[in-house]
Each structure stands twice: as structure tokens, then as C-alpha cells.
């Protein structure tokens, strides 16, 4: 009886041990080898001008397999520095500037400093600032040899703008004498361009061209006539009331029509 107790004991241990041998097998199934499922090469270091870069990809099945590769040299990745000026440029002659690779001093690039005195390339006017209904606004437009050389213009208002308490400028020649009117000045608002008040700017009008004057009177007016050498070609003549004396700056009557000879 008692040897049949440790045969029972020593085949349960053998069963025991021959279940753990084929859960260990059973493990080692779960995770066979498998074929890579390589995703696209990532730029992981990217190359410069000196020196390589380092390209990775990964397993889509086990992110812990991984493959790296060289990236070849790029000659066009340089750190470059700021320019410098190497021979300035004068009125009439270019100038060179250079910059420098933080990389390898012997990577290097030249450009021209363009000549003052050079005929502009314009490009297109750009706005830079805009109008309003208030302001004006400025466009400004850029030489295409110099980005230096800018040219600027106004943009004139949008609109008037409404209920806004009037800045009045000063008085400004907004009509200039012609041949048969007088000049005129006036005050206008800068905000929305009202006219507040207007008047005589003091420069008569000039009368038709070809006409010849002549003081009289103790230089104290004039007689008016055709001039022989450069007559009057139109149909009517206009004979201005007053004269500018060039000498004193007076404007003084016209009196009398003198000869046409």
C-alpha cells in the first residue's frame, strides 16, 4: 500500500513537469520570427553640406526594429552668415559683398553692390499703407537692381467721413490765373477736402499770349500792344486789367492799347 502512495506522488510530479514543457513550447510559438513590414525612410539627422545625415525607418509590426542608412551629403545646406562688404560701391562702380558658411569657411557666395548712379528698374507700386476715409495712404514701389531705392506716392482718401469736427489747413492756390480769370485760394478741410472759404489769391489774370506792355506814366501803368514778332493768332484777344511789374513785383493797370505796328 505504502509503495503504491509514492508511485501515485511521482506520476503526478511527471505530469506536472510535462505540462510546464508544453507551456514553455506554447510561449515560444506566440512570438515567431516575422518578415519586416518597413515603413518609408524618415530623415532622423539631416545631411549639411559637410556632412552626411542618417535616414531611419521601422518595422509597422514591432516599432523596436528599426534600420538607419546614410544620407548623402547636401552641397546646397549651408548656415550662411550675414554679408559683408568687400570693395564698397561708388557712384559709378559696383561693389562686391560676400558671405561665409558657418559650416566650412570655404564655402562662400558673391554678389554685387549696385552703383549709385544706376538707371531704376521699377517694379510694380505696392500699397504700404492704406487710405481711409479719413487719411491718405502711401504705395510704394521698389527698384529692382537696388531693393535701397524706393520711390513712395499718396492714395488719396476713400470718402468724406461723418461727423468728424473739421481741421482746417491753410490758404492754398486750389485755381490758378489763366488767361481770362483771376487766381484763387482757399481753406479747405484736410480731413474730408470741404472748402470753408475762398478768395482772390492775388495773381490776375494774364491776358491772351503775343502781347507786348509797356509802362507809362512814371512806371506807374501800362500801355498794351501786339507784339510785331509774335502776334496774337487767335480769334480774340484778351487785354488782362492789370500787369505783373516783373522789377517790383506790383501788379499795375493796363490803361492804353498802343499800335498794333
Known amino acids: 500500500m505504502k509503495k503504491l502512495k509514492i508511485f501515485s506522488i511521482l506520476l503526478a ?3 506536472l513537469l510535462a505540462l510546464n514543457l508544453v ?26 553640406c559637410t556632412t552626411e545625415g542618417v535616414e531611419t525607418r521601422t518595422c509597422a509590426l514591432d516599432s523596436s526594429h528599426k534600420e538607419t542608412r546614410a544620407a548623402a551629403i547636401n552641397p546646397n545646406a549651408h548656415q550662411w552668415g550675414g554679408y559683408i562688404t568687400v570693395t564698397p560701391a561708388t557712384a ?11 559650416l566650412n569657411a570655404s564655402h562662400t557666395e558673391i554678389r554685387t553692390i549696385i552703383a549709385f548712379n544706376h538707371i531704376h528698374q ?9 487710405a481711409t476715409a479719413t487719411t491718405e495712404g ?15 506716392r499718396v492714395i488719396p482718401r ?8 473739421h481741421i482746417w489747413g491753410d490758404w492754398t492756390v486750389t485755381k490758378a490765373a489763366t488767361e481770362t480769370e ?13 472748402i470753408r472759404e475762398s478768395r482772390f489769391s492775388g495773381e490776375y489774370a494774364t491776358g491772351s499770349s503775343g502781347l507786348l506792355f509797356q509802362l507809362i506814366n512814371g512806371n506807374t501803368e501800362y500801355r498794351v500792344r501786339r507784339d510785331p514778332n509774335a502776334p ?30
Open 182 to 194: 483771376d487766381g484763387e485760394e482757399s481753406i479747405t478741410c484736410t480731413i474730408c477736402g470741404e
Open 23 to 48: 507551456f514553455v513550447s506554447c510561449d515560444e510559438l506566440l512570438e515567431p520570427d516575422h518578415t519586416h513590414q518597413w515603413g518609408e525612410w524618415q530623415t532622423t539627422t539631416a545631411p549639411t
Open 92 to 102: 559709378t562702380t559696383d561693389g562686391v559683398e560676400k558671405r561665409t558658411c558657418s
Open 232 to 261: 496774337v493768332t487767335s480769334g480774340e484777344v484778351y487785354i488782362p486789367a492789370r500787369h505783373l511789374n516783373s522789377v517790383t513785383g506790383e501788379y499795375l493797370l493796363v490803361t492804353e492799347i498802343g499800335s498794333y505796328n
Open 13 to 15: 510530479c511527471l505530469s
Open 122 to 130: 521699377w517694379g510694380d507700386w505696392v500699397v504700404t499703407t492704406p
Open 138 to 152: 502711401v504705395e510704394t514701389r521698389t527698384c529692382l537692381i537696388n531693393s535701397a531705392h524706393t520711390e513712395t
Open 158 to 165: 476713400t470718402g468724406t467721413a461723418p461727423n468728424h469736427t
